[in-house]
């Protein structure tokens, strides 16, 4: 009788230990593979075409043939796509490196525009693609697909690829270029998933005036708890890092403290169900502005290089992975019996991401150049091409939010939803592939002379050595945003130059009241002993 028992435990065991070993193999090939990309991706540094995101998307795929081919068609991925992963894990350390490493000097200049761009924008958008699917999709034969799934379409192919924008813009070529479409790009993520959630929680069978209006009272309050919430949790840890002073003790606890911090930002955000990617970004800002100055010259010097690695190593797993996740069986295997309904549903969605895109780029540049008295701050209509071009990339964020809506625990049943999946993965591929590398050729091509704004002049002089870093001594403060701001002495100051008028008072305030308190460029607090003591005497400072 114990016997039989102990053969089944042994037997169950050896499963588990085979289970165990094949994840082990699959995370050794994946780690190899992520290698080869940073490899490759170097060795491609200096091609006009290529860039980073694309390398790794095509050696996913060629290892997703690779895999399919070794088993027999069954599978194409070493690992099962998660979205806990992606928004838990890989996400965070991309958009908050994003906030940490913005250029606060062109993004807040420009910060009306960004704004309008990224969450009005992103309406517009959400709102002609899920009208041209609805009319669209009458005419095919996909299956049912209820009104909640046509606007989670709209909100699921509204959503930029952020992490692609990084790769294929120059913060230093084009830095009016960057700062519009990153910055879109992240409010348009962030955006794009309050909406998401949005929809998904209201029953929009029965649509009324009230439901309406209650759906865009949720909306406006998720955005402003979300920015409000980063803002909170990143003067937080400035203030218990200028406080406390943990640099006179251990620069690893300030760091890992800093780190942790804004972790907490985006698992809080997720907490209370509003939106991390908006939250961490702000945080990450703050923390460049407050934090980061609080801390010794060697935790600066580490901060920034381990935020900026955990972010390019994320970036390079989501398109390794998403490469490989394209060619997935399962989901093509609903669509063998009609591919020209698949390749025709993906030819619409990505028609309707141009004309969205095109709704409210081409406007609203319209209206933000009204508001610009000097020639050199308006968009130019080569620029409004490009920015409209670079933002029509989709990625990661537009994969999650499909699986979400039209997959459970990662598989489909539906033809229907099976359409919509391998249809988001057509999108994504070819909008990555194709617009991706066109972009940096057409930039130079459009723009061959970029406009040499004052910021462009004033960066060139900026500091990138290790002991200076890209947020060190010529860092990209508030402070800077408007060199000879002058006092305004009327409310028309107010209506002619509203950022410069609400930048002269914000500086008077900082200065007074936020700086002494929570730390910042000229606040550092003063420690006997500390290596900021030391360093003052030129005393060597030992790691």
């Given at each position: 009788m114990v016997a039989?028992?102990?053969?089944?435990?042994?037997?169950?065991?050896?499963?588990?230990?085979?289970?165990?070993?094949?994840?082990?193999?699959?995370?050794?090939?994946?780690?190899?593979?992520?290698?080869?990309?940073?490899?490759?991706?170097?060795?491609?540094?200096?091609?006009?075409?290529?860039?980073?995101?694309?390398?790794?998307?095509?050696?996913?795929?060629?290892?997703?043939?690779?895999?399919?081919?070794?088993?027999?068609?069954?599978?194409?991925?070493?690992?099962?796509?998660?979205?806990d992963l992606f928004f838990i894990y890989l996400l965070p350390p991309i958009i908050f490196n994003a906030g940490f490493q913005v250029k606060k000097k062109q993004f807040f200049r420009n910060f009306i525009t960004i704004m309008l761009f990224g969450a009005v924008g992103t309406l517009i958008s959400c709102t002609v693609i899920s009208l041209g699917a609805i009319n669209a999709f009458k005419e095919m034969d996909i299956g049912s697909l209820d009104i909640g799934d046509f606007?989670?379409?709209?909100?699921?192919?509204?959503?930029?690829?952020?992490?692609?924008?990084?790769?294929?813009?120059?913060?230093?070529?084009?830095?009016?270029?960057?700062?519009?479409?990153?910055?879109?790009?992240?409010?348009?993520?962030?955006?794009?998933?309050?909406?998401?959630?949005?929809?998904?929680?209201?029953d929009l069978t029965n649509a009324n005036p009230k439901i309406a209006l209650e759906f865009f009272g949720k909306f406006l309050y998720l955005f402003l708890a979300s920015t409000v919430?980063?803002?909170?949790?990143?003067?937080?840890?400035?203030?218990?890092i200028k406080t406390l002073y943990f640099g006179r003790h251990s620069t690893d606890r300030e760091f890992a403290l800093m780190m942790l911090m804004a972790y907490l930002s985006y698992l809080m955000a997720e907490l209370f169900y509003l939106s991390a990617i908006l939250t961490v970004f702000f945080c990450g800002i703050v923390m460049s502005h407050y934090?980061?100055?609080?801390?010794?010259?060697?935790?600066?010097?580490?901060?920034?290089?381990?935020?900026?690695?955990?972010?390019?190593?994320?970036?390079?797993?989501i398109f390794l992975y998403v490469g490989m996740d394209a060619l997935d069986i399962e989901k093509w295997r609903f669509v063998n019996d009609s591919p020209g309904t698949s390749v025709a549903v993906s030819g619409v969605l990505l028609g309707l991401v141009m004309a969205g895109r095109a709704a409210f780029v081409f406007p609203l540049s319209f209206?933000?150049?009204?508001?610009?008295?000097?020639?050199?701050?308006?968009?130019?209509?080569?620029e409004q091409f490009i920015i409209?071009?670079?933002?029509?990339?989709?990625?990661?964020?537009?994969?999650?939010?499909?699986?979400?809506?039209?997959?459970?625990?990662?598989?489909?049943?539906?033809?229907?939803?099976?359409?919509?999946i391998t249809s988001t993965i057509s999108v994504v591929l070819f909008s990555t592939m194709v617009f991706g590398l066109l972009t940096k050729p057409l930039i130079r091509f459009v723009l061959p002379h970029p406009k040499a704004t004052t910021s462009m002049l004033s960066d060139q002089s900026t500091p990138k050595s290790l002991e200076a870093p890209f947020l060190g001594n010529g860092q990209d403060s508030f402070d800077d945003s408007f060199v000879g701001v002058h006092r305004p002495d009327s409310l028309r100051a107010l209506l002619t130059t509203p950022a410069h008028t609400v930048h002269y008072y914000w500086r008077k305030f900082d200065n007074a009241f936020m700086r002494p308190m929570f730390g910042g460029r000229?606040?550092?607090?003063?420690?006997?002993?500390?290596?900021?003591e030391r360093s003052e005497h030129n005393v060597p400072q030992w790691p």
């Open positions: 039989p028992q102990l053969a089944a435990i042994f037997t169950k065991l050896q499963t588990l230990s085979t289970s165990d070993h094949a994840s082990v193999v699959s995370m050794n090939i994946f780690v190899a593979l992520l290698c080869a990309c940073i490899v490759i991706g170097h060795l491609l540094e200096e091609n006009r075409w290529m860039n980073e995101s694309i390398t790794a998307l095509i050696i996913g795929l060629l290892t997703g043939v690779i895999i399919l081919l070794v088993s027999g068609g069954k599978s194409s991925h070493l690992l099962v796509f998660s979205e606007l989670a379409i709209g909100a699921i192919f509204a959503a930029t690829d952020s992490v692609c924008t990084l790769q294929v813009l120059s913060q230093d070529e084009t830095p009016l270029l960057y700062s519009l479409v990153f910055g879109e790009s992240v409010v348009n993520d962030a955006t794009s998933v309050v909406l998401f959630n949005a929809i998904q929680s209201f919430l980063g803002v909170v949790v990143g003067l937080f840890s400035a203030y218990i934090t980061w100055h609080n801390v010794t010259e060697s935790s600066r010097v580490t901060t920034k290089h381990a935020f900026a690695t955990l972010s390019f190593v994320a970036e390079t797993f209206l933000s150049n009204l508001a610009k008295k000097s020639a050199s701050e308006k968009i130019s209509f080569r409209w071009w670079a933002g029509l990339m989709r990625g990661a964020v537009s994969m999650a939010l499909a699986y979400n809506q039209f997959t459970r625990a990662g598989h489909t049943q539906l033809r229907a939803n099976a359409i919509m000229g606040f550092v607090p003063f420690v006997p002993g500390s290596p900021t």
